[in-house]
C-alpha cells in the first residue's frame, strides 16, 4: 500500500512582479502540520529595471519564513528591522496580533540585472499566541544546524528533528529539513519524523514505492512514520511538517486566523489605516476585493 496520500503540483500564481508556483493551501489539503502557506519564488531573471517592489502590507496570526537560493531581499516592518536577507539565511517574522512588512531589492542591485530564486512559507501560530506580540528573528547560515550524513547533506532551517534544534524560534512541534544529494542514496527517516510530513522536490528526482517523481511538488505521507525514498544524484528536497492543530485556521489576503472574526477586524483595520505604518513608504498595498484569493496575495 502506497504511503502518499496526496501529490500537490505548483500551480502559477501572478503575486504582481513576476509568476511564482504556489503549493500550500491546496483545495484538497490546506496545511501539512502547522504550514499553511508555501511559495516557490522562481528561479527568474530580473532585468536592469525589473525590481522585487512589495510595499507595506499586513500580516496577522502566522510566522512568516524566507529563504533564499539566489538574489538578495531587503526586509522593512514596523519593528524598526530593516535586513538584508542573503541566500542561505532565515527570515523569521511572527506577526502575532499584527505588523506591516515591505519587501524590496536592495539598492546596490537595482540597475543591474539579478537572479531571484527562494521559498516563501507562512507557518500559523498556535490558537492562545496567534494574538501574540510580534517579533522578528534573522539567522545567518553559519548557525542553522548542517551536517554530512551517507553522502547526504542536511540543514535544519527550522523547528527541531534527527537530535537537531535550529535556532529560529518556533511556536509549535515542527521541522523544516533540506536534503541535498551528490549521489544516489535511500533516506529512511520516518522513526524521527512526527505529526503530518510533506516532502517538497526542489530538483532532481525521487523514487518511492516503484514511483519516480519529478520537482515541483510535494508528496504528502499518509503516515510520516513510513517515510522512506531514494534520492537520486544531484538532488534537492524539502522535509516539513509537524503536528497539527486542533482546529482548522482561516486564511484570506495575508490574514490567518482560527476565527472569521478576527479576519474581519483585521480587514476592517488595514482598510481604516489602524495598523501601524512604514515611514516613508507611501506604496501601501491596499485591501483587497472581497472576491479576493490567494492569487491577489503581495
Avoid at 504556489?22 to 504550514?35: A, D, I, S, T, Y
Avoid at 549521489?183 to 519524523?193: F, K, N, P, S, V
Avoid at 520537482?215 to 503536528?243: H, Q, W, Y
Wanted: glycine share 8%.
Amino acid at each position: 500500500m502506497s504511503n502518499i496520500q496526496l501529490i500537490i503540483e505548483e500551480r502559477p500564481a501572478d503575486i504582481g512582479h513576476f509568476l511564482v508556483g504556489r503549493l500550500l493551501p491546496f483545495r484538497e489539503k490546506r496545511m501539512v502540520g502547522p504550514f499553511i502557506f508555501i511559495d516557490h519564488m522562481g528561479p527568474v531573471l530580473m532585468s536592469d529595471h525589473q525590481n522585487l517592489d512589495i510595499g507595506p502590507h499586513p500580516h496577522i496570526g502566522l510566522s512568516t519564513l524566507t529563504y533564499l537560493f539566489e538574489g538578495n531581499i531587503i526586509h522593512h516592518d514596523t519593528l524598526g528591522t530593516n535586513v538584508e536577507i542573503k541566500p542561505g539565511q532565515v527570515n523569521w517574522m511572527t506577526a502575532g496580533k499584527g505588523i506591516v512588512h515591505s519587501e524590496r531589492t536592495p539598492e546596490r542591485f537595482r540597475h543591474s540585472d539579478k537572479q531571484m530564486h527562494g521559498m516563501q512559507i507562512w507557518v500559523a501560530l498556535p490558537k492562545d499566541l496567534e494574538e501574540m506580540m510580534p517579533s522578528f528573528f534573522h539567522a545567518e547560515e553559519d548557525t542553522i544546524p548542517s551536517w554530512e550524513q551517507n553522502g547526504i547533506h542536511y540543514k535544519l532551517i527550522a523547528g527541531e528533528v534527527l537530535g537537531q534544534r535550529s535556532p529560529v524560534p518556533v511556536y509549535s512541534p515542527l521541522y523544516l529539513l533540506e536534503l541535498k544529494s551528490v549521489q544516489r542514496q535511500t533516506i529512511t527517516l520516518g522513526a524521527d519524523l512526527f505529526g503530518e510530513t510533506g516532502l517538497y522536490i526542489l530538483s532532481g528526482q525521487i523514487e518511492s514505492e516503484g514511483h519516480v517523481y519529478e520537482p515541483k511538488r510535494i508528496l504528502v505521507a499518509k503516515n510520516s512514520k513510513l517515510c522512506d525514498f531514494v534520492m537520486a544524484e544531484n538532488t534537492t528536497v524539502f522535509i516539513f511538517g509537524g503536528e497539527p492543530f486542533a482546529e482548522p485556521r482561516h486564511i484570506y489576503w495575508n490574514f490567518v486566523a482560527s476565527t472569521l472574526e478576527l479576519i474581519d477586524q483585521a480587514k476592517a483595520d488595514w482598510a481604516a489605516q489602524r495598523f501601524p505604518l512604514l515611514q516613508g513608504e507611501p506604496d501601501i498595498i491596499p485591501l483587497p476585493p472581497v472576491s479576493s484569493s490567494l492569487r491577489q496575495k503581495s
